[in-house]
């Protein structure tokens, strides 16, 4: 398998990651440039990574700080290139996300998901990389769509 790279989001990534967004039915990838706004600004409590293989953007991540809290982070977006799934990316940029936070003396990191069976493979996923389901909050996103809140201690 060809190396995985993983780097800082340039804007020239975001017509890339908008189709990831899009192929993955995230969010709606109009709220990228605002979602990236700070990020590009200069605010280092935003993460956004991209990874690929051979120069492409396959993978995408997000994570920032959890307000209020001492080192608790949340990834709040993670999404790989269909096509590519399965192939190691999506666990590459967690660990990347997992190992820098580390080394900054985070202490817990969170990822939020639904409940729904459309999502039972993101689910088994996080299962996979070693986090724990730490909550549902019913009805979260709409009716009969919980939201499930995965935890991974970091230290």
Same mark, same amino acid.
Request: aromatic residues 8%; hydrophobic residues 40%.
């Given at each position: 398998m060809t190396h995985i790279a993983i780097r800082p989001l340039a804007r020239g990534d975001l017509p890339c990651v908008a189709? @990831?967004?899009? /192929? &993955? !039915? =995230?969010? *709606?990838?109009?709220? @990228?440039a605002?979602?990236? /706004?700070?990020?590009? !600004? #200069?605010? *280092?409590?935003?993460r956004w990574i991209v990874a690929g293989r051979g120069g492409a953007v396959e993978g995408v991540a997000y994570t920032v700080p959890e307000p209020l809290t001492e080192g608790t982070w &949340? +990834?709040?977006?993670?999404?790989?290139? *269909?096509? /590519?799934?399965?192939? #190691?990316?999506? /666990? !590459?940029?967690?660990?990347?996300?997992?190992?820098? @936070?580390?080394?900054?003396? !985070?202490?817990? @990191?969170?990822?939020?998901t639904s409940g729904t069976p459309?999502?039972?493979? +993101?689910?088994?996923?996080?299962? =996979?990389?070693?986090?724990?389901?730490?909550?549902?909050?019913r009805d979260y996103y709409s009716a009969g769509d919980d939201k499930i809140v995965f935890r991974k201690a970091l230290v």
């Open positions: 189709h @990831l967004v899009d /192929a &993955n !039915a =995230m969010f *709606p990838s109009e709220m @990228l605002d979602m990236t /706004a700070g990020y590009f !600004a #200069g605010d *280092p409590s935003q &949340n +990834t709040l977006c993670i999404c790989v290139d *269909p096509a /590519a799934h399965g192939q #190691g990316i999506g /666990a !590459a940029l967690m660990r990347h996300i997992e190992d820098e @936070l580390r080394k900054q003396g !985070a202490r817990v @990191l969170l990822v939020e459309a999502f039972e493979r +993101t689910r088994g996923f996080y299962d =996979m990389l070693g986090y724990e389901r730490e909550a549902r909050i």
